[in-house]
């Protein structure tokens, strides 16, 4: 029987020491902590990756601090838009939404898709019937406002009439994800995301993109990424990883840093991701100042960290 881990993300980006109160630095952790112990609860009682990584970025999505399900990122037009997979390592089954509001879990109407439908993505109205179908709640567009995330559209799209360019995207992003090995040696993977604070109304990043910011396959690895989604894509951020390990013979930690440190930060594209193998390693690589990011492993040892020097 393999040794059971997992790992979580609250996103990546211009996170310093400096910014946070003490209060709201035990607020990240303190979150990061209560999704480790949803995902841990389900490992523990022999359940599956897929259940453990969906329970646990649950609970990032209904934490507002995050940019995922409730506290996700306005459009310039002032709307929330969010995206969400998963995937399945030992099916290699996966489901995927984009663009959607009403779901309280976005990653469970991802789910949905993959659980009850023939397809892979979904957009539109009949994502949320799907959802709907499926049981999955849904909420208020109310539920899911935070003035913190109204302020910040207003100061970008301040910026943008100024003429000022923010040339930091890192300042814009964040996202949820968790990736896990269960006792059976299987691999899962969950992204959630509000995007990029003042993107076009109807842009979709990385996040449900299987092979770019998500992506799980028993063979290789499992993979949550968050980050300047164009460049995951363009770079195929998560499936590169597997690439590397599958026809390279590179170690889940090689692969994951190449990709991390090289592919995407030598091309605009700031950020990190967490990653697991079928052996239950773990990596977590980020190329910005920091990654609110979090694991546990079959010992019980819970660890979550913000910044570079954690
Ligand atoms: N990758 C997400 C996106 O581009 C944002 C993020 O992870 O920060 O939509």
Redesign the pocket.
Known sequence: MTRFSLAVHG???TIRRANLTPQAEAAYHNGLKRALQAGHAVLADHGSAMDAVTAAVCVLEDEPLF?AGRGAVFTSDGVQEM?AAVMDGATRMAGAVAGILGPRNPVMAARAVMEHTDHVMLIGPNALKVARDAGVPFEDAGYFFTQARWDALQSTLKMRRDGIEDSDPARR???VGAVACDMQGNLAAATS?G??TA?APGRV???PVIGA?TYADNATCAVS??????V?IRFTAAAEIAARMRHGGQSLDQAAKHVVMQDLAQNDGS?GLIAVDAQGNLSRPFNSEGMYRGTVTQDGDFQTDIFRDA
């Open positions: 996103g990546a980006g940019n995206d992003h964040g996202t995301t995007g990029m993107k990043g990385d996040t910011g990424g968050t980050g300047h989604g164009e995951f950020g």
